[in-house]
């Protein structure tokens, strides 16, 4: 018999995080979902979401849900997280890095927080992409790795302003995002030692509680569900060959054109690379070309 694999999906309260555990539980995983949002205490009412009504979900499509309250700006609570997993474990098959507090102005109707150049925009907009996003990122990828399983994966959520360099780009956000990738490069080189593969995944528009709150200002007619993604998560997690991607940001759409998956609907969402490339250029590290220990030059 198969022993079932086990995830850890941060920030899996709602959104894309909710729709990767989801997914995830569909394919049979035991899925620990984390996040600050509980019963009786919901980080952003506006969208809702709880990491208890995730996991339920989880069980009910097939996986096992385990609940996890966990603040991952907190070093201490990330940790306890992955004691708990190997405890009750003896270790883990794959990491999804999805926590993200970079949309806290939209969830909390502080709009203009993120309207105007950077300069005029309020300080906190940075720290709440880095502390909640790419500092916890990091920390649970550290935290994570002793308690890893060989021929894990670790999967960080990330986006196309991380590659493709445009002026009109919200700072911090496009910062944010090339430092999760360069995080990726550089991390999936090390791991490698260890059997351990590292991605970026760029979803497309995914219609998340945020965005569907903000419906009317989309065209959702190429957008994705929170499941789409998720599926190209189980597709990498559930591929043996899956260490030829390490290091890469792949992008949701075309992982599914790759595994020959659909969304929720049947439909198959194109990828939107072409768009950003059109609007801007790829930057340093391309979305194609993974770092290894002997490409020293493409570091710098």
Not at 67 to 93: I, K, N, P, S
Not at 163 to 178: E, I, M, P, R, W
């Amino acid at each position: 018999m198969t022993e079932q694999r086990v995830a850890v999906v941060t920030g899996a309260s709602r959104g894309v995080g909710k729709g990767i555990a989801l997914a995830l539980g569909a394919a049979g995983h035991v899925v620990y979902v984390t996040g600050r949002s509980t019963g009786d205490r919901v980080t952003f009412p506006a969208v809702g979401g709880t990491v208890d009504e995730t996991a339920r979900a989880v069980t009910a499509a097939g996986g096992t849900g385990v609940a996890v309250a966990c603040d991952h700006t907190d070093d201490e609570q990330t940790a306890a997280l992955f004691e708990r997993v190997r405890a009750e474990h003896d270790g883990f098959d794959l990491l999804v890095n999805n926590v993200w507090g970079g949309y806290a102005a939209y969830h909390e109707d502080r709009h203009t927080d993120m309207e105007g150049p950077f300069w005029q925009q309020p300080l906190r907009v940075w720290d709440d992409m880095f502390a909640s996003g790419v500092r916890a990122h990091y920390a649970a990828t550290v935290l994570a790795v002793p308690v890893l399983r060989p021929g894990a994966l670790v999967v960080t959520v990330s986006f196309f302003p991380g590659s493709y360099l445009n002026g009109d780009d919200q700072v911090a956000y496009s910062v944010a995002k090339a430092a999760d990738d360069r995080m990726v490069a550089v991390t999936a080189a090390q791991l490698a030692t260890r059997d351990v593969t590292a991605v970026a995944l760029y979803p497309g528009l995914v219609r998340t509680e945020g965005v569907m709150r903000a419906a009317s200002f989309f065209d959702l007619s190429n957008s994705e569900s929170p499941e789409f993604v998720g599926r190209a998560v189980a597709a990498l997690a559930a591929d043996p060959d899956v260490r030829r991607h390490t290091g890469r940001c792949l992008v949701a759409a075309e992982v599914a054109a790759e595994y020959g998956f659909t969304d929720l609907d049947g439909s198959r969402p194109s990828s939107i690379r072409t768009h950003f490339a059109e609007r801007g250029t790829a930057d340093a590290v391309p979305a194609q070309e993974p770092l290894s220990h002997e490409q020293p030059s493409k570091l710098g």
